[in-house]
């Protein structure tokens, strides 16, 4: 047999030379790139370093400056090309006394930040200021969505056969066996028909239901037990009734407990103030939330979760601004200010009466008693059922905490003595009393 040739073999060579060709060129533009993107950052021409920068600028300057956006002072990303360094040397060391000078430019920059007084740093070196300059003169690094796009992508392609078509294969299987059954069924009917075997018919057997009807035993004791399984379900059912427990309302403004009192460690009784000296403990008003978010128009990067990215908690923080009337650009209030209408989470009975301040102040009882894990709750959800047998049980099991406590220090005594114990109760104290709780 004559033996034919590879005619694809030049081409094949071919193709490889070009691919070679193809990956040392974008190898070549590559690193070509690299030296261009190296040039823009400015920190060679001004002989500062940003890392350093970094930190002294957190440390000094981000209470009242962010890089990009205007705060209770002026964006600073950039600041270098607008003033030399001999004028932001004597500018950040003490702003007050150039603006005494006269100095154009420092009254300019005062006047346009609404006559803000800036705090003077004469701790700060001019090596120092070089530093966070350099640091405030980097490129804004841009999210690579497309980038995080094509991951995504790629892993969804990596997943294999879908449960779909392995559903869809094993469904087919059942049908084709079911099909095959009523096939040999009739077959092997023909098959007894043809050799004269007579299939004899079921014999008439009495129904369960008709047998069940007629056994009076048998109906006597259901009927029991239908009757008690009814009456659990029944009970349970009512027991629930006002009982909210893991109740999760979406807010108008998203609140993350989780970023305030887990993160930041902001204690629960700054916002809820209330808590220690009313019956309530209050809905925080946003004046407090501006306190710190005056100078918070954004999250930081690393506060995004896979769930709720950077762009949606900044968002919350527009709404708060929107709520309030607070322009951020003018770091000014417009006067334009609309309610919130939180949704309620917690609430007892009118007929109930809680007290927090005795809890809270005199008890000494910690928010997380009641409230679940709060630092860790993206969104807060109802911890307890708050049923009358959870706050009984509450009761018979907390101790009466008497150290530096002068309240119950009297009547502490004379039950202490009474019962025979050196702590006591909550219940031991009257805690079970009905009028503790109700009116």
Request: aromatic residues 8%; contains cysteine.
């Given at each position: ?165 392995i559903l869809g294969a094993l469904a087919l299987v059942m049908a084709m066996l079911v099909v095959m059954l009523v096939l040999v069924n009739n077959v ?60 999760e309302p979406i807010q108008p403004i998203h609140f993350s407990h989780k970023i305030h009192a887990g993160d930041n460690e902001i204690n629960c009784k ?170």
């Amino acid at each position: 047999m004559k033996k034919v040739g590879n005619h694809n073999s030049n081409s094949r060579k071919l193709f490889v030379s070009l691919a070679l060709m193809l990956t040392f060129s974008l190898t070549s533009f590559a690193q070509d790139a690299a030296p261009a993107d190296a040039t823009e950052a400015p920190v060679a021409a001004l002989g500062g370093d940003p890392v350093k920068g970094k930190e002294l600028f957190n440390s000094n300057c981000a209470a009242c400056h962010k890089l990009d956006a205007k705060s209770t002072g002026p964006a600073l990303r950039g600041i270098a090309e607008k003033h030399d360094m001999p004028w932001m040397y004597k500018w950040v060391q003490n702003s007050a006394a150039l603006i005494k000078s006269g100095d154009k430019a420092a009254v300019k920059v005062f006047e346009e930040n609404n006559k803000v007084p800036m705090t003077a740093f004469p701790a700060l070196s001019e090596s120092n200021i070089d530093d966070i300059i350099a640091y405030t003169s980097e490129k804004k690094e841009e999210a690579p969505a497309a980038v995080a796009g094509a991951v995504v992508a790629g892993e969804s392609n990596q997943s294999g056969i879908s449960d779909t078509v392995i559903l869809g294969a094993l469904a087919l299987v059942m049908a084709m066996l079911v099909v095959m059954l009523v096939l040999v069924n009739n077959v092997l009917r023909k098959v007894a028909k043809a050799n004269g075997i007579v299939i004899e018919p079921k014999a008439k057997t009495t129904p369960i239901w008709k047998a069940f009807a007629q056994s009076q035993f048998l109906v006597l004791v259901s009927s029991v037990l239908l009757l008690l399984v009814s009456a659990y379900f029944v009970y349970g059912f009512l027991m629930q009734v006002g009982v909210d427990q893991n109740y999760e309302p979406i807010q108008p403004i998203h609140f993350s407990h989780k970023i305030h009192a887990g993160d930041n460690e902001i204690n629960c009784k700054y916002c809820h103030s209330a808590a220690r000296v009313s019956k309530n403990a209050g809905i925080p008003s946003l004046n407090v939330c501006m306190n710190c978010h005056k100078s918070i128009a954004e999250v930081a990067e690393t506060t995004a979760t896979p769930e709720y990215s950077k762009a949606f908690y900044d968002e919350q923080i527009d709404k708060l601004y929107a709520a309030v009337g607070w322009d951020k650009s003018s770091q000014s209030y417009t006067g334009k200010s609309q309610p919130v209408k939180w949704v309620r989470i917690h609430n007892l009975p009118d007929f109930v009466y809680f007290n927090h301040s005795q809890h809270v102040s005199v008890a000494g009882i910690e928010c997380q008693t009641c409230h679940g894990p709060v630092e860790t709750y993206e969104l807060q959800k109802q911890f307890a059922p708050l049923t009358m047998g959870w706050c009984i049980d509450c009761h018979r099991k907390t101790d009466v905490k008497m150290e530096g406590n002068e309240y119950y220090t009297k009547i502490h005594e004379e039950l202490s003595k009474k019962y025979g114990v050196e702590k006591l109760t909550a219940a031991q104290m009257g805690g079970l009393e009905c009028g503790k709780c109700h009116y």
